[in-house]
């Protein structure tokens, strides 16, 4: 990636050093938006390689929103399929017990689809992001505890890393508590 572009997607100078536990798609998703908003970013993942495992995601129209203002919806879409309806049938007999429209409404109603994806191709969307954005990925790499009553600075050391870490964490908060230094 060029300097230039990673200037434009980046709002400020990094202020945090943040620590993302789980690359799944949650934190991914976290880590591709602490990085938008200006932050350092290290995800840790036990798992040693991320792999194809899971089924069908359910992207709602919120998240399509968030993908296009991040500039991958284009992406998602290309991989995902837009359902026409959801239809509720009884376990008992079969018949059907009631029958949402997806499409066109939700794109109606929200100006953004309602989106079926596979784990892993969303997986792989959200890893390229997150990597064009300069967030580092620690794969094989196991949180064996957090001692919240430490300061900031030394939470990070609860991390047993399987395999070299590829960064130097200094700061470690959750998103419910973020306290820049």
Known sequence: MTQAKETKR???RPCCSIIVIGAGPGGLAAAIGIRKAGHNVTV???MPELREIG???QVPPNSSKIFKKWGILEDVVSRAVQPHDITIHS?????????QTLDPAMQQAYHAPYLVIHR??????LVKE???LGVTIQLGSVVE???????PALRARAIRWLS???????LFQLAIRIRCT
């Not at 505890?145 to 300061?151: L, S």
């Open 145 to 151: 505890g957090i001692d919240f009553a430490r300061p």
């Open 130 to 132: 997150a990597e064009e």
């Open 44 to 46: 840790v993942e036990r």
């Open 91 to 99: 376990y008992k007999d079969g018949h059907v017990l009631t029958k």
């Open 164 to 170: 070299e870490p590829t960064c130097r964490p200094y």
């Open 120 to 125: 892993a191709e969303y997986i792989k969307v």
């Open 55 to 57: 089924a069908g995601i």
């Open 10 to 12: 980046i709002k400020s």
